[in-house]
Protein backbone atom coordinates (compact mmCIF):
# COMPACT_ATOMS: atom_id res chain seq x y z
CA UNK A 1 0.00 0.00 0.00
CA UNK A 2 1.43 3.24 -0.86
CA UNK A 3 1.92 5.91 2.05
CA UNK A 4 0.32 8.88 2.28
CA UNK A 5 2.05 11.88 2.93
CA UNK A 6 0.33 15.41 3.67
CA UNK A 7 2.88 17.45 1.78
CA UNK A 8 1.41 21.24 0.81
CA UNK A 9 3.27 23.46 -1.88
CA UNK A 10 3.43 27.20 -1.13
CA UNK A 11 3.80 20.42 -15.77
CA UNK A 12 4.05 23.12 -17.98
CA UNK A 13 3.73 23.33 -21.17
CA UNK A 14 5.60 26.02 -23.86
CA UNK A 15 2.75 28.16 -25.49
CA UNK A 16 3.88 29.99 -28.78
CA UNK A 17 2.80 33.66 -27.20
CA UNK A 18 6.12 36.27 -26.61
CA UNK A 19 5.50 39.19 -24.55
CA UNK A 20 7.61 42.27 -24.30
CA UNK A 21 7.33 44.29 -21.80
CA UNK A 22 7.21 48.13 -22.24
CA UNK A 23 10.23 48.94 -20.12
CA UNK A 24 13.94 50.45 -20.37
CA UNK A 25 15.51 50.64 -17.20
CA UNK A 26 16.94 54.37 -15.88
CA UNK A 27 20.61 54.37 -16.48
CA UNK A 28 21.32 56.98 -13.47
CA UNK A 29 24.59 58.73 -12.88
CA UNK A 30 26.78 58.12 -9.96
CA UNK A 31 25.70 60.09 -7.21
CA UNK A 32 22.20 60.72 -8.38
CA UNK A 33 19.39 60.62 -5.77
CA UNK A 34 16.54 57.90 -6.04
CA UNK A 35 13.24 59.43 -6.78
CA UNK A 36 10.60 59.59 -3.62
CA UNK A 37 8.31 57.10 -3.31
CA UNK A 38 5.12 57.86 -5.52
CA UNK A 39 6.84 59.95 -8.44
CA UNK A 40 7.34 56.56 -10.28
CA UNK A 41 3.81 55.96 -11.99
CA UNK A 42 5.41 54.45 -15.21
CA UNK A 43 7.78 52.09 -12.90
CA UNK A 44 5.07 51.28 -11.08
CA UNK A 45 2.82 50.32 -14.33
CA UNK A 46 5.61 48.18 -16.10
CA UNK A 47 6.42 46.26 -13.03
CA UNK A 48 2.52 45.41 -12.34
CA UNK A 49 2.99 44.61 -16.30
CA UNK A 50 4.99 42.15 -15.71
CA UNK A 51 3.76 40.34 -12.93
CA UNK A 52 0.73 39.78 -15.07
CA UNK A 53 2.57 38.51 -17.49
CA UNK A 54 4.70 35.68 -15.17
CA UNK A 55 0.98 35.21 -13.52
CA UNK A 56 -0.46 35.02 -17.23
CA UNK A 57 2.81 32.66 -18.15
CA UNK A 58 3.11 30.42 -15.47
CA UNK A 59 0.41 28.75 -15.70
CA UNK A 60 0.62 25.31 -16.62
CA UNK A 61 -0.31 25.98 -20.56
CA UNK A 62 2.19 28.84 -20.24
CA UNK A 63 5.67 29.97 -21.67
CA UNK A 64 8.12 30.08 -18.82
CA UNK A 65 10.70 31.45 -20.55
CA UNK A 66 8.30 34.48 -20.92
CA UNK A 67 7.61 34.40 -17.56
CA UNK A 68 11.58 34.27 -16.31
CA UNK A 69 11.69 37.25 -18.86
CA UNK A 70 9.34 39.47 -17.03
CA UNK A 71 10.79 38.46 -14.07
CA UNK A 72 14.01 39.81 -15.50
CA UNK A 73 12.56 43.30 -15.90
CA UNK A 74 10.31 43.26 -12.78
CA UNK A 75 14.07 42.79 -10.50
CA UNK A 76 15.43 45.78 -13.02
CA UNK A 77 13.31 48.19 -12.44
CA UNK A 78 12.69 47.58 -8.40
CA UNK A 79 16.84 47.85 -8.72
CA UNK A 80 16.42 51.51 -10.54
CA UNK A 81 13.69 52.57 -7.62
CA UNK A 82 14.81 50.70 -4.38
CA UNK A 83 12.96 53.36 -2.02
CA UNK A 84 9.13 52.92 -3.71
CA UNK A 85 6.96 50.74 -1.37
CA UNK A 86 4.63 49.92 -4.29
CA UNK A 87 7.17 48.41 -6.47
CA UNK A 88 8.50 46.62 -3.95
CA UNK A 89 4.85 45.09 -3.18
CA UNK A 90 4.43 44.43 -7.28
CA UNK A 91 8.44 42.88 -7.05
CA UNK A 92 7.12 40.21 -3.79
CA UNK A 93 4.13 39.48 -6.02
CA UNK A 94 5.58 38.51 -8.91
CA UNK A 95 8.23 36.69 -7.60
CA UNK A 96 6.07 34.68 -5.67
CA UNK A 97 4.53 33.62 -7.95
CA UNK A 98 7.60 32.39 -10.44
CA UNK A 99 8.39 30.10 -7.45
CA UNK A 100 4.94 28.47 -7.83
CA UNK A 101 5.34 28.55 -11.48
CA UNK A 102 8.52 26.82 -11.06
CA UNK A 103 7.35 24.35 -8.61
CA UNK A 104 4.54 23.53 -10.66
CA UNK A 105 6.38 22.72 -13.73
CA UNK A 106 9.49 21.07 -11.92
CA UNK A 107 11.42 24.00 -12.92
CA UNK A 108 14.04 24.40 -9.86
CA UNK A 109 15.78 27.12 -11.11
CA UNK A 110 12.80 29.09 -11.48
CA UNK A 111 12.15 28.56 -7.97
CA UNK A 112 15.80 29.50 -7.01
CA UNK A 113 15.74 32.45 -8.96
CA UNK A 114 12.67 33.91 -6.76
CA UNK A 115 13.99 32.61 -3.37
CA UNK A 116 17.10 34.31 -4.29
CA UNK A 117 15.89 37.81 -5.17
CA UNK A 118 13.68 37.52 -2.10
CA UNK A 119 16.65 37.13 0.62
CA UNK A 120 17.87 39.55 -0.82
CA UNK A 121 14.83 41.96 -0.33
CA UNK A 122 14.96 40.55 3.41
CA UNK A 123 18.64 41.54 3.63
CA UNK A 124 17.94 45.21 2.34
CA UNK A 125 14.91 45.64 4.37
CA UNK A 126 14.88 43.63 7.04
CA UNK A 127 11.66 45.30 8.92
CA UNK A 128 9.23 44.66 6.13
CA UNK A 129 7.23 41.65 6.72
CA UNK A 130 6.07 41.70 3.47
CA UNK A 131 9.48 40.18 1.56
CA UNK A 132 10.21 38.43 4.95
CA UNK A 133 6.83 36.03 4.58
CA UNK A 134 6.86 36.06 0.70
CA UNK A 135 10.88 34.88 1.41
CA UNK A 136 9.14 31.72 3.59
CA UNK A 137 6.65 30.70 0.90
CA UNK A 138 9.39 30.56 -1.57
CA UNK A 139 11.79 28.38 0.84
CA UNK A 140 8.67 26.09 1.32
CA UNK A 141 8.43 25.55 -2.57
CA UNK A 142 12.19 25.51 -2.73
CA UNK A 143 12.64 23.06 0.04
CA UNK A 144 9.97 20.57 -2.04
CA UNK A 145 12.36 21.03 -5.21
CA UNK A 146 15.58 20.76 -3.62
CA UNK A 147 15.13 17.26 -2.32
CA UNK A 148 13.93 16.39 -5.37
CA UNK A 149 16.69 17.29 -7.59
CA UNK A 150 19.58 18.05 -5.47
CA UNK A 151 18.38 15.24 -2.41
CA UNK A 152 17.82 15.76 1.32
CA UNK A 153 20.96 17.80 1.98
CA UNK A 154 20.04 20.75 -0.53
CA UNK A 155 16.25 20.94 1.32
CA UNK A 156 17.88 21.28 4.82
CA UNK A 157 19.86 23.46 3.50
CA UNK A 158 16.97 26.02 3.00
CA UNK A 159 15.28 24.70 5.79
CA UNK A 160 18.21 25.86 7.45
CA UNK A 161 18.35 29.37 6.38
CA UNK A 162 14.18 29.49 7.23
CA UNK A 163 14.62 28.90 10.95
CA UNK A 164 17.86 31.37 11.14
CA UNK A 165 15.07 34.11 9.96
CA UNK A 166 12.52 32.73 11.94
CA UNK A 167 14.92 32.68 14.89
CA UNK A 168 15.57 36.38 14.29
CA UNK A 169 11.53 37.47 14.44
CA UNK A 170 10.24 35.09 16.94
CA UNK A 171 7.06 37.82 17.18
CA UNK A 172 5.70 37.30 13.43
CA UNK A 173 3.10 34.70 13.97
CA UNK A 174 2.73 34.53 10.07
CA UNK A 175 5.94 33.96 9.38
CA UNK A 176 6.00 30.89 12.32
CA UNK A 177 2.44 29.49 10.69
CA UNK A 178 4.82 29.50 7.19
CA UNK A 179 8.08 27.58 8.93
CA UNK A 180 5.60 25.10 10.10
CA UNK A 181 4.37 24.54 6.90
CA UNK A 182 7.99 23.92 5.56
CA UNK A 183 8.96 21.86 8.54
CA UNK A 184 5.73 19.71 8.53
CA UNK A 185 6.63 19.19 4.71
CA UNK A 186 10.60 18.34 5.69
CA UNK A 187 9.36 15.06 8.18
CA UNK A 188 8.22 13.94 4.82
CA UNK A 189 10.49 14.23 2.54
CA UNK A 190 13.38 13.25 5.58
CA UNK A 191 11.68 9.79 6.17
CA UNK A 192 10.99 9.30 2.28
CA UNK A 193 15.39 9.72 2.05
CA UNK A 194 15.61 7.50 5.40
CA UNK A 195 16.81 10.09 7.58
CA UNK A 196 14.90 10.05 10.86
CA UNK A 197 17.23 11.68 12.74
CA UNK A 198 16.02 14.56 10.33
CA UNK A 199 12.19 14.33 10.40
CA UNK A 200 12.89 14.36 14.87
CA UNK A 201 14.82 17.21 14.33
CA UNK A 202 12.21 18.84 12.01
CA UNK A 203 9.37 17.32 14.22
CA UNK A 204 10.74 19.10 17.66
CA UNK A 205 10.98 22.50 15.73
CA UNK A 206 7.14 21.97 15.23
CA UNK A 207 7.01 21.50 18.83
CA UNK A 208 8.46 24.44 19.78
CA UNK A 209 6.79 26.93 17.12
CA UNK A 210 3.60 25.32 18.68
CA UNK A 211 5.04 26.09 22.38
CA UNK A 212 6.09 29.88 21.16
CA UNK A 213 2.59 30.51 19.20
CA UNK A 214 -0.06 28.00 20.93
CA UNK A 215 -3.16 30.22 19.57
CA UNK A 216 -2.14 30.73 15.78
CA UNK A 217 -4.21 28.18 13.86
CA UNK A 218 -1.89 27.53 11.31
CA UNK A 219 1.26 26.32 13.53
CA UNK A 220 -1.25 24.41 15.69
CA UNK A 221 -2.40 22.85 11.95
CA UNK A 222 1.00 22.34 10.38
CA UNK A 223 2.60 21.06 13.73
CA UNK A 224 -0.38 18.17 13.26
CA UNK A 225 0.30 17.50 9.63
CA UNK A 226 4.08 16.56 10.77
CA UNK A 227 2.93 14.30 13.56
CA UNK A 228 0.71 12.94 10.52
CA UNK A 229 3.23 12.25 7.83
CA UNK A 230 5.50 10.52 10.94
CA UNK A 231 2.53 8.45 11.58
CA UNK A 232 1.81 7.42 8.14
CA UNK A 233 5.22 6.40 7.97
CA UNK A 234 5.43 4.29 11.07
CA UNK A 235 2.57 2.48 10.43
CA UNK A 236 3.89 1.00 7.14
CA UNK A 237 7.19 0.42 8.44
CA UNK A 238 7.31 0.69 12.14
CA UNK A 239 6.51 -1.25 15.37
CA UNK A 240 2.85 -0.81 16.36
CA UNK A 241 3.62 1.46 19.32
CA UNK A 242 5.64 4.01 17.44
CA UNK A 243 2.04 4.80 15.24
CA UNK A 244 0.09 4.64 17.90
CA UNK A 245 2.11 7.19 19.83
CA UNK A 246 1.97 9.42 17.43
CA UNK A 247 -1.92 9.07 17.07
CA UNK A 248 -1.92 9.39 20.27
CA UNK A 249 -0.24 13.08 19.78
CA UNK A 250 -2.68 13.86 17.28
CA UNK A 251 -5.89 12.85 19.64
CA UNK A 252 -4.31 15.12 22.47
CA UNK A 253 -4.00 17.95 20.29
CA UNK A 254 -8.02 17.73 18.85
CA UNK A 255 -8.54 17.83 22.68
CA UNK A 256 -6.78 21.22 23.43
CA UNK A 257 -8.54 23.00 20.35
CA UNK A 258 -11.75 20.71 20.00
CA UNK A 259 -13.24 23.78 17.72
CA UNK A 260 -9.76 23.15 14.96
CA UNK A 261 -11.96 20.99 12.76
CA UNK A 262 -8.62 20.50 11.09
CA UNK A 263 -7.24 18.91 13.78
CA UNK A 264 -10.09 16.42 14.34
CA UNK A 265 -9.75 15.58 10.35
CA UNK A 266 -6.19 14.96 10.65
CA UNK A 267 -6.76 12.72 13.59
CA UNK A 268 -9.38 10.48 12.02
CA UNK A 269 -7.36 10.25 8.89
CA UNK A 270 -4.60 9.07 11.17
CA UNK A 271 -6.51 6.53 12.82
CA UNK A 272 -7.92 5.59 9.39
CA UNK A 273 -3.96 4.98 8.01
CA UNK A 274 -3.33 2.92 11.38
CA UNK A 275 -6.18 0.45 11.13
CA UNK A 276 -5.75 -0.29 7.39
CA UNK A 277 -2.15 -0.70 7.47
CA UNK A 278 -1.95 -2.03 10.63
CA UNK A 279 -4.29 -4.51 9.42
CA UNK A 280 -2.88 -5.51 6.56
CA UNK A 281 0.71 -5.89 8.74
CA UNK A 282 -1.03 -8.92 10.55
CA UNK A 283 -1.37 -6.32 13.83
CA UNK A 284 -4.56 -7.14 14.65
CA UNK A 285 -5.06 -6.18 17.99
CA UNK A 286 -3.42 -2.49 17.09
CA UNK A 287 -5.42 -2.22 14.51
CA UNK A 288 -8.52 -2.60 16.59
CA UNK A 289 -7.57 -0.15 19.38
CA UNK A 290 -7.04 2.35 16.21
CA UNK A 291 -10.70 1.87 15.16
CA UNK A 292 -11.56 2.10 18.53
CA UNK A 293 -10.00 5.43 18.88
CA UNK A 294 -11.17 6.64 15.67
CA UNK A 295 -14.98 5.41 17.51
CA UNK A 296 -14.00 7.59 20.10
CA UNK A 297 -13.43 10.67 17.39
CA UNK A 298 -16.07 9.95 15.74
CA UNK A 299 -18.72 10.75 18.60
CA UNK A 300 -17.34 13.88 19.82
CA UNK A 301 -19.36 16.96 19.28
CA UNK A 302 -20.14 19.18 16.28
CA UNK A 303 -18.51 15.86 14.14
CA UNK A 304 -18.80 16.40 10.49
CA UNK A 305 -19.59 13.38 8.12
CA UNK A 306 -16.17 12.83 6.83
CA UNK A 307 -15.02 10.90 10.51
CA UNK A 308 -18.00 8.66 10.02
CA UNK A 309 -17.31 7.66 6.57
CA UNK A 310 -13.44 7.17 7.52
CA UNK A 311 -14.91 5.14 10.49
CA UNK A 312 -16.95 2.79 7.88
CA UNK A 313 -14.22 2.31 5.44
CA UNK A 314 -12.11 1.30 8.43
CA UNK A 315 -14.46 -1.29 9.86
CA UNK A 316 -14.57 -2.43 6.10
CA UNK A 317 -10.58 -2.75 5.79
CA UNK A 318 -10.32 -4.52 9.64
CA UNK A 319 -13.48 -6.76 8.94
CA UNK A 320 -11.35 -8.07 5.73
CA UNK A 321 -8.38 -8.44 7.64
CA UNK A 322 -10.06 -10.36 10.64
CA UNK A 323 -11.92 -12.61 7.70
CA UNK A 324 -8.21 -13.58 6.40
CA UNK A 325 -7.08 -14.32 9.68
CA UNK A 326 -10.18 -16.46 10.48
CA UNK A 327 -11.05 -14.55 13.53
CA UNK A 328 -14.39 -14.83 12.51
CA UNK A 329 -16.08 -14.03 15.97
CA UNK A 330 -14.47 -10.21 15.72
CA UNK A 331 -15.21 -9.55 12.70
CA UNK A 332 -18.93 -10.46 12.90
CA UNK A 333 -18.72 -8.09 15.75
CA UNK A 334 -17.31 -5.17 14.07
CA UNK A 335 -19.81 -5.68 11.12
CA UNK A 336 -22.60 -5.64 13.78
CA UNK A 337 -21.62 -2.00 14.27
CA UNK A 338 -21.11 -0.78 10.64
CA UNK A 339 -24.48 -2.54 10.07
CA UNK A 340 -26.02 0.07 13.13
CA UNK A 341 -24.10 2.77 11.82
CA UNK A 342 -25.58 2.44 8.27
CA UNK A 343 -29.05 2.19 9.75
CA UNK A 344 -28.56 5.54 12.00
CA UNK A 345 -27.14 6.95 8.79
CA UNK A 346 -28.90 5.59 6.02
CA UNK A 347 -28.90 8.48 3.62
CA UNK A 348 -25.19 7.93 3.39
CA UNK A 349 -24.20 6.14 0.63
CA UNK A 350 -20.09 5.33 1.35
CA UNK A 351 -21.47 4.17 4.68
CA UNK A 352 -23.91 1.89 3.01
CA UNK A 353 -21.11 0.71 0.35
CA UNK A 354 -18.93 -0.09 3.22
CA UNK A 355 -21.73 -2.19 5.04
CA UNK A 356 -22.28 -3.59 1.75
CA UNK A 357 -18.86 -4.77 0.94
CA UNK A 358 -18.44 -6.31 4.71
CA UNK A 359 -21.16 -7.93 3.97
CA UNK A 360 -20.15 -9.26 0.86
CA UNK A 361 -16.86 -10.35 2.36
CA UNK A 362 -17.95 -11.74 5.67
CA UNK A 363 -20.45 -13.91 4.23
CA UNK A 364 -17.75 -15.57 1.61
CA UNK A 365 -15.84 -16.76 4.32
CA UNK A 366 -18.38 -17.48 6.73
CA UNK A 367 -19.50 -20.04 3.72
CA UNK A 368 -15.84 -21.15 3.33
CA UNK A 369 -15.87 -22.22 7.14
CA UNK A 370 -19.17 -23.90 6.96
CA UNK A 371 -21.52 -21.56 8.70
CA UNK A 372 -24.17 -21.39 6.21
CA UNK A 373 -26.77 -20.09 8.03
CA UNK A 374 -24.46 -16.98 9.48
CA UNK A 375 -23.54 -16.98 5.86
CA UNK A 376 -26.91 -16.42 5.00
CA UNK A 377 -27.98 -14.16 7.51
CA UNK A 378 -25.11 -11.74 6.44
CA UNK A 379 -26.16 -12.15 2.73
CA UNK A 380 -29.98 -11.23 3.76
CA UNK A 381 -28.58 -8.23 4.76
CA UNK A 382 -27.23 -7.30 1.89
CA UNK A 383 -29.92 -7.73 0.00
CA UNK A 384 -32.22 -5.57 2.41
CA UNK A 385 -29.74 -3.05 1.49
CA UNK A 386 -30.54 -3.38 -1.85
CA UNK A 387 -34.25 -3.49 -2.05
CA UNK A 388 -34.18 -0.39 0.39
CA UNK A 389 -32.09 1.23 -2.53
CA UNK A 390 -33.14 -0.08 -5.88
CA UNK A 391 -31.19 2.67 -7.59
CA UNK A 392 -27.83 2.17 -6.17
CA UNK A 393 -25.78 0.27 -8.59
CA UNK A 394 -22.94 -0.30 -6.53
CA UNK A 395 -25.07 -1.98 -4.49
CA UNK A 396 -26.57 -3.92 -7.33
CA UNK A 397 -23.16 -4.93 -8.50
CA UNK A 398 -21.62 -6.27 -5.06
CA UNK A 399 -25.01 -8.16 -4.56
CA UNK A 400 -24.35 -9.64 -8.19
CA UNK A 401 -20.56 -11.05 -7.43
CA UNK A 402 -21.71 -12.66 -4.25
CA UNK A 403 -24.56 -14.11 -5.51
CA UNK A 404 -22.47 -15.17 -8.47
CA UNK A 405 -19.20 -16.55 -5.88
CA UNK A 406 -21.47 -18.67 -3.83
CA UNK A 407 -23.12 -20.60 -6.56
Known sequence: ??????????????????????WEPLHMKPGAQVTMPGQNQGAIDAARHAAEIIATEGKPQGNLDAAH?????????????????????????????????GRASHDIDAVRCAYTFLGDLVTRLPADPLPRRAFAEASVDLISAEARVSGLSGALDVYGNLSALG?????????????????????????????????????????????????????R?????????????????DPPGDARAALDTLIAAVHRAPDH?????????????????????????????????LGA????????????????????????????????????????????????????????LAQAKAAANLALTLRQANEDAAASIIAEDLQALLLGHPDDQELYQIAAFLDAASD
Open 1 to 22: MKQRYAVLPSSSGKSSRHTKVG
Open 69 to 101: AAFGTLKSITDQYPGEPELIRVAVCGAVRLAAA
Open 167 to 219: DAHRDDSDFAGIQAKAAANLVALSLESGSRGDARRALADLAGLEAAQPSIAMV
Open 221 to 237: QQHARGVFNRLAHAAHQ
Open 261 to 293: CELLDLAAEGAFTLVTALGSRGHLTAAHDAYDA
Open 297 to 352: LSRLPDIGPGALGRLADAAFNLITDLCHSDNLPAAQLIYDELTAMSVANDDDPAIR
